[in-house]
């Protein structure tokens, strides 16, 4: 139950900065790709201090499935604002962009958060 707690309140918080128009409209992509960078290191930190132990790549991989649900669910609205474009457009049009940075860096963020928490216990 906590798990699925905390993979909520980072689900929202990939998604609500942008959706919620609490960025600037003229942020950039260094900017945007900074959030899942910020979440996935919290998400590594409440991993290491307040979850049941699972193995490091099953919960690097749940993480990665959030990041993608968060980014499917900021391609819909982008999709409706244009009656030019549709869900599929704009999916691929950001999926090299930002998806799959956004995917691999917040994974990092995650690793490098697990494991320094790692390191921190052992000593």
């Not at 942008?18 to 930190?45: A, E, K």
């Not at 290491?48 to 690097?60: K, Q, V, W």
């Not at 499917?72 to 030019?84: E, G, R, T, V």
């Not at 704009?90 to 090299?96: K, T």
Request: proline share 6%.
């Amino acid at each position: 139950m906590r798990r699925l707690l905390v993979d909520l309140i980072g689900l929202s918080l990939l998604i609500a900065p942008i959706l919620l128009h609490l960025l600037p409209s003229n942020s950039g992509l260094l900017i945007l790709l900074s959030i899942p960078v910020f979440v996935g290191f919290t998400r590594g930190v409440a991993e290491a201090h307040f979850l049941s132990r699972i193995p490091r790549t099953i919960a690097a991989l749940e993480w990665a499935v959030i990041v993608f649900v968060s980014d499917i669910i900021l391609c819909i609205p982008n999709s409706k604002s244009d009656p030019h474009t549709n869900f599929v457009t704009v999916f691929g049009a950001f999926f090299l962009i930002f998806i799959v940075p956004s995917i691999a860096l917040s994974i990092g963020g995650f690793i490098v958060a697990v494991t320094w928490q790692t390191g921190r216990r052992a000593v």
